[in-house]
C-alpha cells in the first residue's frame, strides 16, 4: 500500500521568508510525486511532479521540490514566500502498478502573513 | 474555456433522495476521476475510468454509482443520501493512466450538504 504523510497541519511564514512544507511517502517500488495547491473554494491546481532523474524539480509560482529517497520525503520549497502563496498545499505518490491512482497527504495550510 | 467543468457547484439536500453530479472535459484526456474531500479536506479517490471503462474503484458504497457515457463526461450518480455524503467533490481528468505520471487536472467542486 502506498501513503503519505504531512506531518504539519499548519505552516506559518512572514513574507519575504523561506517557505518549506513537509512531506513523506511510503512505497512498494519507484513512486511518481507531486504537489498541489488548493486555494479557497477552488478545485486543485497542479504545482509539480517528481518522475525520475534530477533531485530538484522546479515547478509554477517560484516553487521546487526536492526528492530525497534515502529520507523517503519530498518537500515543497520557495525561497521568498508571498501573501498570494497563502492556500493548502498537497503531496500525493503515485506507484505505476496502480494505475493513475493518487493517494494524497492530509494537507498542509500555509499562511504568510504580510 | 473552463478545461474541466461540474455542476451544480452547491448542492443542498434532503436525506434519502438522489442525486447527480455532472462531470465534463474539454482537454481531450483519456482518463478521469471523482475524489471526495471531507469536512477535514482529506482527499481520497473514489472512481477513475479511461476511455470509458472503469479502472478505478475504491471502497465506496452501492449507492454511488459513475457512468461515464463518452471519454470528454464522467457523471455521479448517489442513491438514498445519507449524512456522511456531505463533502466536497471534484472530477479530474488526465491524458492516460499507462507509462508516464501525468498529472491531474481538477475541477471546482461540487460541495454537497445532506440535511
Known amino acids: ?114 | 474555456d473552463t478545461a474541466v467543468s461540474q455542476t451544480p457547484k452547491y448542492l443542498v439536500t434532503q436525506m434519502g433522495n438522489d442525486k447527480s453530479i455532472k462531470c465534463e472535459q474539454n482537454l481531450g484526456h483519456d482518463t478521469m476521476y471523482w475524489y471526495k474531500q471531507d469536512s477535514k479536506k482529506f482527499l481520497k479517490i473514489m472512481f477513475s475510468y479511461n476511455n470509458k471503462e472503469l479502472i478505478i474503484n475504491e471502497t465506496v458504497p452501492n449507492r454511488f454509482s459513475p457512468k461515464s457515457p463518452d471519454k470528454a463526461h464522467l457523471n455521479l450518480h448517489i442513491n438514498s443520501l445519507e449524512l456522511g455524503d456531505s463533502a466536497v467533490y471534484f472530477c479530474a481528468s488526465s491524458p492516460g493512466t499507462s507509462g508516464r505520471a501525468y498529472e491531474q487536472y481538477f475541477g471546482p467542486g461540487t460541495r454537497l450538504t445532506v440535511t
Open chain 1, 1 to 114: 500500500a502506498q501513503s503519505v504523510a504531512q506531518p504539519e497541519d499548519q505552516v506559518n511564514v512572514a513574507e519575504g521568508n523561506p517557505l518549506t512544507v513537509k512531506c513523506t511517502y511510503s512505497v512498494s517500488g519507484n513512486p511518481y510525486l507531486f504537489w498541489y495547491v488548493q486555494y479557497p473554494n477552488r478545485g486543485l491546481q497542479f504545482l509539480l511532479k517528481y518522475i525520475t532523474g534530477d533531485n530538484l524539480v522546479k515547478g509554477s509560482y517560484g516553487f521546487e521540490a526536492e526528492f530525497n529517497k534515502s529520507q523517503t520525503s519530498f518537500h515543497l520549497k520557495k525561497p521568498s514566500a508571498l501573501v498570494s502563496d497563502s492556500a493548502l498545499y498537497f503531496c500525493a505518490v503515485r506507484v505505476r502498478a496502480a494505475g493513475n491512482k493518487l493517494t494524497f497527504g492530509g494537507g498542509t495550510r500555509v499562511l504568510v502573513k504580510p
